[in-house]
């Protein structure tokens, strides 16, 4: 199993701190180095511009994969993402990998002015953006007529190197999210659930698969990974686990159930050979990399305990 990492970029990214978090992520050896795509989630903070951080990621690194986790399709064109994903494929040697959403923080959109339509509306947008960009990778020039977006005879180049930039789509949903991906995902990342759960998505994905004539084995999946990772006292555990369950808004658990010991539905906790164990379970219902999402991007303590006692011990799962 990979091993990945996720950093919140609406939590007080600056150049800075991307720089150091690019430089040691590369260093380490993570497989992997994602970035949501948020103004802001709570109070404002800095915040880079996606795409252009993505920029560096680019140039800075010499062996991660890189993208989004995940970019809406209400934030953007689908035509102009098609874009810098493609110059970003370029630019990096093919490292690029794009992750599209629905988006969900409606603050965020009412603050900027951007429409936050329907959640209907935000999956059907969803499934013509992914038709349009990759129609826009093709050779041809490409015509589009959707619903919602359009193009004439548009000749997008660079062309990404290998003629696609791989599409990673997320969720959990079984009956759209997990169709979307049967249908046109090259990567599924599901958020942090029960290993039950997880069996049952799967199985929901293989069924969805089936119906569109797919092997489901020709889709990578990985997992967003929330917790604490890093040995702690019972007081920092307990802190750390309110703001992962804040964050990520799963049903808060009563305060006496907190203990240093791995929870999968929805975050995990423990020491090493407890978080293993776990991720080993997931392997076997097709787990590829576990991609930890970073809480603390001021601090290496994550990263480094990671690839120091995590990354060895779950290569060869």
Known sequence: MEIGLDIQGQNGLNWVTWRRILARADHLGFSSLFRSDHYFIGPQQDSLELFLSLVLAATETTTLRFGSLVTPVTFRRPVDV????????????????????????????????????????????????????????GELPATFDGGYYSLHDVDCRPKPISGRVPIIIGGTGEKRALKIVAQYADEWCSECVSLEDYARKVAVLEEHCESV??????????????????????????????????????????????????????????????????????????????VFRCNDIASDAEPDYLAAEIMPAVRNI
């Open 82 to 137: 098609a874009r810098m994903a493609a110059q970003l494929d370029n630019l990096s040697g093919g490292r690029f990998v794009l992750g599209l959403g629905i988006g969900w923080y409606k603050p965020e959109h009412k603050a900027y002015g951007i429409p936050f339509p329907s959640i209907r509306e935000r999956f059907e947008r969803l499934e013509e953006a992914v038709a349009l960009c990759r129609l826009v990778w």
């Open 213 to 290: 004539s797919r092997d489901p084995a020709s889709i990578r999946r990985s997992m967003v990974v929330t917790g604490d990772f890093v040995p702690r006292t019972r007081k920092f555990v307990r802190g750390s686990v309110r703001q992962v369950l804040h964050a990520s808004k799963v049903r808060p658990i009563a305060s006496t159930t907190f203990s240093v010991q791995p929870r999968m539905g929805g975050f995990v906790l423990g020491g090493r050979q407890q978080v293993v164990d776990e991720l080993a379970k997931y392997a076997r219902f097709g787990l590829q990399e576990a």
